[in-house]
């Protein structure tokens, strides 16, 4: 599956869920979507998109929550599978994209890829819904039931691994979410979502 | 600001007192890693009708949980070991810093009175065997040249005396749109305040 394959059907079916991505879909899914509450995990602390995006998901309770990770980012802070749990969020979907490297920096293998059962380690953790998937076309028929009901969601997608290269945040970059600061962004997507809950 | 009597001759600060001045400035969440200075704070929580307490697995998730707290809407305090700030530091620089969120943190001073008793006041210019000495900590001797040099402002709470502090504490983080830390030299006790009716 491609990075593309994972993205476009998510891009379809999303409304208003805050979408929280990281390393290799940040790009990607900055030119599928230009949407008020994207939040690009990127320039910032590597390995905390996961915790970031539950912290998102705990302050708004109605509003479900996309986390896009990658599975470098998700081996830094594992710990965060219990967090989670333990947190009681129900409107977390977290997928971990499994592409095995560290693409961002040119392709470095992630400890233990290929052989590391992320889907069976959420469940192990407490996810009661997880799903894994290879196949493009599964996931693409399965993306609306994971993007409904209750969660913790965890979604493990095997993706080709692509070039993609270190994130900035300027204006060269061609998403919107990345042509201001994180300070600002985050800044206006907190008025954002005051003005939605008032 | 401080006093100038021995603090080992005041009784050690009350929890209670603490979540009053939380309750005071309105804090919807305490995001931390339990431990022995926080105890009496976290125990107290747990039945606390508007103050969430989020638990983590290792410090660096507070951090980004925290921001993605205040992105949502929300006023999130943290409350970790000075160690835990030690292990933490990306998860801070690359979240709260970089997305300059207003945040109130209580930092357990563990070993704080080692230094204190050894006539130790920590400084910038390590001294890498005071590091190794059996009679010292040296996440003590480490915490406040940390804290200084990476721009973090700090107050010592001594003492129920020091309970305005996380008013004015507070109040500085949201002006400077920067983290605020309160080191809890002697950590807390419960306390003697009537405990609030379920």
């Not at chain 1, 599956?1 to 999303?14: C, G, H, K």
């Not at chain 1, 998109?49 to 998102?56: C, K, N, P, R, S």
């Not at chain 1, 095995?100 to 992320?118: F, L």
């Not at chain 2, 700030?85 to 997305?99: A, F, K, P």
């Amino acid at each position: 599956m491609t990075t593309a394959e994972l993205l476009e059907p998510l891009a379809r079916l999303r409304t208003d869920e805050i979408v929280v991505t990281a390393m290799s879909t940040v790009r990607p899914w900055g030119r599928l979507s230009d949407h008020d509450l994207d939040f690009a995990s990127a320039d910032s602390a590597m390995g905390h998109t996961a915790d970031l995006a539950l912290g998102l998901a705990l302050a708004q309770p109605d509003r479900r929550v996309v986390c896009l990770n990658g599975d470098g980012s998700m081996m830094m802070t594992l710990g965060t599978l219990a967090t989670i749990i333990e947190s009681g969020a129900k409107n977390l979907v977290l997928f971990v994209i499994d592409n095995g490297t560290y693409e961002i920096t040119g392709n470095q293998k992630v400890p233990a890829a290929g052989v590391v059962d992320w889907a069976a380690m959420a469940a192990a953790a407490g996810f009661w819904r997880t799903y894994r998937f290879d196949d493009a076309a599964a996931y693409a028929m399965t993306i609306g039931e994971i993007l409904a009901g209750e969660g913790p969601v965890f979604v493990q997608v095997k993706v080709e691994r692509g070039n993609a290269r270190p994130i900035s945040r300027s204006q060269i970059e061609e998403a919107r979410y990345l042509k201001t600061s994180m300070a600002t962004w985050s800044r206006q997507m907190r008025a954002t979502l005051m003005e939605d809950n008032s | 600001m401080k006093k100038e009597e021995p603090v080992e001759q005041v009784p050690v600060p009350q929890a209670a007192l603490a979540i009053e001045a939380l309750e005071s400035l309105g804090a919807t969440h305490v995001v931390g890693l339990p431990d022995n200075g926080h105890a009496a704070l976290y125990e107290l929580l747990e039945t606390h009708p508007s103050i969430a307490t989020i638990p983590v697995t290792r410090e660096g998730e507070a951090w980004a949980i925290a921001s993605g707290l205040w992105v949502g809407g929300k006023r999130p305090v943290l409350a970790i070991q000075n160690c835990g700030l030690l292990e933490s530091g990306d998860g801070l620089r690359g979240t709260t810093m970089r997305m300059r969120v207003p945040l109130l943190c209580f930092i357990s001073y563990r070993g704080f009175d080692k230094m204190s008793a050894n006539g130790i006041e920590p400084s910038l210019d390590v001294d890498p065997e005071e590091l190794t000495r059996e009679d010292l900590d040296s996440a003590a001797l480490l915490l406040e040249p940390t804290l200084r040099v990476w721009g973090v402002p700090f107050y010592r709470y001594d003492s129920d005396d020091d309970a305005a502090l996380v008013m004015e504490a507070w109040q500085q983080a949201e002006r400077e749109e920067r983290p605020v830390a309160l080191l809890m030299t002697r950590g807390l006790r419960a306390g003697d305040v009537a405990p609030r009716p379920r």
